[in-house]
């Protein structure tokens, strides 16, 4: 009777072992299982946002090293503190974000003691330098009594030093140094937008601002269906669109910038009086449709070189009224008899449909770079169609790379956490 108990004892021991160890490895083929189809989920989730924001325009292509995207936490969340800026996050800001770091004295040697100055924002002061390597930069110092200084700081370190694009001004590093919050970015040798529409000096062309509205609406065509997840700019205006030393236009200024979130949250106003959307201002909630409508103000700024600060809108208005759109009366008078009216007209549908008081029914950003590449396609005629084409399989090429960098990334990134 004994030795049955002792037997009953080891069997039942035995069973609850190989339970356990049958249970373990269940659990750890589940888990191996799950891991494998979270990243394929992740992966085919990326190639669908950038397929589908891909494609429509004229001159998105990009190299693998230019588009490729590293995930990132949502710079938007707000620090219990202003600690990010001390010596352990500044080492992981610029680890994970990949920007490099300048100390105090590399800046001020390359500003020649900040006394070449380019002209002063919101943000501070910006400089002219040239770096040790011989390159010709611009550095935008934070002024010690900018609102929000820090925290847009924070976004432009943490957008730009994963968002690549050849219409973006691209972050070349910042510092943050002796008290001191900068950022270094590529120069544009033309400066703004703002200042070349309102310069006496200067002249556009009515083929250089069409151009113009072409790079500005792929660039934001980047953000809103190649980033991800999209990014929402809020502040796009003249003033934050440079040129550089080819005239090719590239947003900047991200400090506003946010991903997009589509959960209903309202959030305080952000933007610039004149380009901000009625919508966003009703309701507090930034989509991107908000800068869908900030695109169709800047559309008609380029148009008529009247600021949306000396009544623009109700100049648009008025032409909205007109049956054959009245554009013609608001046009700037440096382009009459120098552009093709029908040209004209044909942007400015474009920008009446940016505007449109509800943002569902305004144009995607794809389909607005689709719109004014058929404006060029005209222009240029039916024999430069094959170019077209060649840019679009380009393109094409260029958006495969992309994807396999991103993948290779993205395996990297599971093997190192694992």
């Given at each position: 009777?004994v030795?049955?108990?002792e037997l009953?004892?080891i ?7 190989i339970?356990?160890l049958l ?8 888990r191996?299982?799950?891991k ?9 989730a ?7 924001g ?16 590293v995930?990132?936490p949502?710079?938007t969340v707000k620090?219990s503190s ?28 390359a500003?020649?003691?900040?006394t070449?100055?380019?002209?002063e924002g919101?943000?501070g002061?910006v400089y002219?330098?040239?770096?040790p390597?011989?390159g ?9 009594n900018?609102?929000?200084?820090e925290k847009e700081?924070?976004?432009?370190v943490?957008?730009?030093g994963?968002?690549h694009?050849r219409?973006?001004v691209?972050l070349?590093?910042y510092?943050v140094d002796k ?7 590529e120069y ?5 937008l703002?200042?070349l529409?309102?310069s006496?000096?200067?002249?556009l062309?009515?083929e250089e601002?069409?151009?113009i ?6 660039g934001?065509e980047?953000?809103h ?6 990014v ?7 003033a ?6 080819s ?5 900047a ?12 949250r309202k ?11 009625p919508?966003y201002?009703?309701t ?8 869908i409508?900030s695109l169709?103000?800047?559309?008609f700024?380029?148009?008529?070189a009247?600021?949306?600060?000396q009544?623009l809108?109700?100049?648009?208005n008025?032409a909205?009224m ?6 013609d009366?608001?046009l ?8 093709n ?6 942007l ?6 940016c ?9 995607t ?10 404006i060029?396609?005209r ?5 430069s169609?094959?170019?077209f084409?060649?840019?679009?399989l380009?393109?094409?090429v260029?958006?495969i790379?992309d994807q ?8 990297s990134k ?5």
């Open positions: 009777m030795r049955q108990t009953a004892v069997c039942t021991s035995a069973g609850v072992v339970g356990i249970s373990t490895v269940v659990f750890f083929c589940l191996c299982c799950k494998r189809s979270d990243i394929g989920d992740r992966v085919i990326n190639h669908r946002i950038r397929q589908n891909h494609g429509l325009g004229l001159d998105s292509i990009a190299s693998p090293s230019e588009s490729a995207i995930p990132l949502d710079v620090s202003p600690s990010w800026l001390n010596h352990h996050n500044k080492d992981r800001t610029s680890s994970v974000s990949g920007t490099p770091k300048y100390s105090y004295k590399d800046i001020q040697k500003t020649q003691n900040f070449t100055i380019l002209g919101s943000f002061p002219k330098a040239t770096m390597t011989g010709v930069v611009a550095v935008k110092v934070l002024a010690s900018s609102s929000q200084g700081f924070q976004t432009e943490s957008l730009l994963r968002l694009h219409n973006l691209n070349v590093g510092c008290g001191q919050h900068m950022l270094v970015y544009m040798s033309n400066g703004s703002e200042k529409l309102y006496e000096e200067d002249n062309t009515w601002r069409l151009q509205c072409l790079d500005i609406s792929h934001i980047y953000l269906e190649g980033a991800v997840p999209p929402v700019h809020r502040d796009l205006k003249s934050n669109i440079l040129l550089d030393h005239m090719r236009a590239k947003v200024d991200f400090g506003l910038s946010k991903e997009a979130v589509f959960d209903g959030s305080s106003l952000k933007g610039t009086y004149g380009y901000m959307d919508a201002i009703s507090s909630k930034s989509s991107l449709k908000s800068d409508y169709g103000v800047i559309i700024e380029i148009i008529t009247i600021h949306p600060h009544n809108m109700d100049y648009v008025l909205a007109d049956p054959d759109g009245g554009v009366e608001i700037d008078k440096r382009l009459v008899g120098k552009c009216l029908e040209e004209v007209k044909s400015a549908k474009i920008a009446f449909r505007l449109h008081k509800t943002p569902r029914r305004r144009p950003i794809g389909e607005v770079c689709q719109a004014i590449v058929k060029k396609q222009r240029l005629g039916k024999g169609t094959m170019s084409v060649s840019e679009d380009t393109r094409m260029s958006r790379q396999q960098v991103e993948l290779s990334r993205l395996v599971t093997d190192n956490q694992q």
